[in-house]
């Protein structure tokens, strides 16, 4: 254990690289497990922390791993941002939706961890936390889907508000059809033997289908802004 972590920080800039370390540490022993969540000690001590210096800076272990997830949450709307952006660079004839949505699903689908952490955000991480720890995660969630939101609404026809539902729901559908496809390989097993293989889900290509499907059935019109205008203009 290096002797100057064991040190307490004392500047402000100190305290934020401990902070980080912490969290670093956490992300990476998450990311290198089965998908249980690594005790206090196991985190403190990858840190090369006492395990009290960790509850110096997260009320609980929970707390801890509500960031961490914090963190996978914005890489996916850092990504989504530039799914956009890069549909803007797109002649306006050539712009899709719902090539966006399903690059939107492809990131979750690739990232297992986050949607396992994601699923006990609410019953687990969000319970085990204090209250200012929820707000601030909610205020975040609430920011980037803002943001991604606006950004949808600036390139395609429709309200930023049915935009933030679509990213809103959109989430919901594939972490639920996440935990339905999360079965042992003993009732998978069973499943199989008993005819019951249509009710084993294909997570990447149910996720796909149902964000897919919700986009064109619940913004129909979601055309390229420039497009419509365009034909407004007559000059299509």
Same mark, same amino acid.
């Given at each position: 254990?290096?002797?100057?972590?064991?040190?307490?920080?004392?500047?402000?800039?100190q305290? &934020?690289?401990?902070?980080?370390?912490?969290?670093?540490?956490?992300?990476? &022993?998450?990311?290198?497990?089965?998908?249980?969540?690594?005790?206090?000690?196991?985190?403190?001590?990858?840190?090369?922390?006492?395990?009290?210096?960790?509850?110096?800076?997260?009320?609980?272990?929970?707390?801890?791993?509500?960031?961490?997830l914090?963190?996978?949450q914005?890489?996916?709307?850092?990504?989504?941002?530039?799914?956009?952006?890069?549909?803007?660079?797109?002649?306006?004839?050539?712009?899709?939706?719902?090539?966006?949505?399903?690059?939107?699903?492809?990131?979750?689908?690739?990232?297992?961890?986050?949607?396992?952490?994601?699923?006990?955000?609410?019953?687990?991480?969000?319970?085990?936390?204090?209250?200012?720890?929820?707000?601030?995660?909610?205020?975040?969630?609430?920011?980037?889907?803002k943001?991604?939101?606006?950004?949808?609404?600036?390139?395609?026809?429709?309200?930023?508000?049915?935009?933030?539902?679509?990213?809103?729901?959109?989430?919901?559908?594939?972490l639920?059809?996440?935990?339905?496809?999360?079965?042992?390989?003993?009732?998978?097993?069973?499943?199989?033997?008993?005819?019951?293989?249509?009710?084993?889900?294909?997570?990447?290509?149910?996720?796909?289908?149902?964000?897919?499907?919700?986009?064109?059935?619940?913004?129909?019109?979601?055309?390229?802004?420039?497009?419509?205008?365009?034909?407004?203009?007559?000059?299509?």
């Amino acid at each position: 254990m290096e002797q100057d972590n064991l040190v307490r920080a004392r500047s402000h800039e100190q305290k &934020l690289k401990r902070r980080a370390d912490i969290l670093e540490a956490a992300r990476k &022993l998450y990311l290198e497990g089965d998908g249980t969540l690594p005790s206090a000690a196991e985190v403190a001590r990858k840190a090369n922390l006492a395990k009290g210096t960790l509850y110096l800076y997260f009320s609980s272990k929970e707390a801890l791993f509500l960031e961490v997830l914090r963190h996978f949450q914005k890489e996916w709307f850092e990504n989504n941002l530039d799914v956009i952006d890069q549909e803007a660079l797109r002649r306006p004839e050539e712009r899709d939706s719902t090539r966006v949505a399903r690059q939107f699903v492809q990131y979750l689908v690739k990232n297992d961890k986050f949607l396992h952490l994601a699923s006990l955000s609410q019953g687990v991480l969000e319970s085990g936390s204090d209250d200012e720890m929820v707000v601030n995660q909610r205020r975040f969630l609430a920011s980037m889907v803002k943001r991604t939101a606006d950004a949808l609404a600036e390139l395609y026809e429709i309200t930023p508000d049915a935009a933030s539902k679509l990213m809103r729901s959109s989430y919901a559908l594939v972490l639920g059809l996440w935990q339905m496809s999360q079965l042992p390989d003993r009732v998978i097993k069973l499943m199989e033997q008993n005819a019951l293989n249509n009710l084993i889900i294909d997570f990447e290509e149910a996720a796909e289908e149902a964000v897919v499907s919700y986009w064109q059935v619940s913004a129909p019109g979601m055309k390229c802004r420039e497009m419509m205008r365009k034909a407004a203009e007559g000059n299509c």
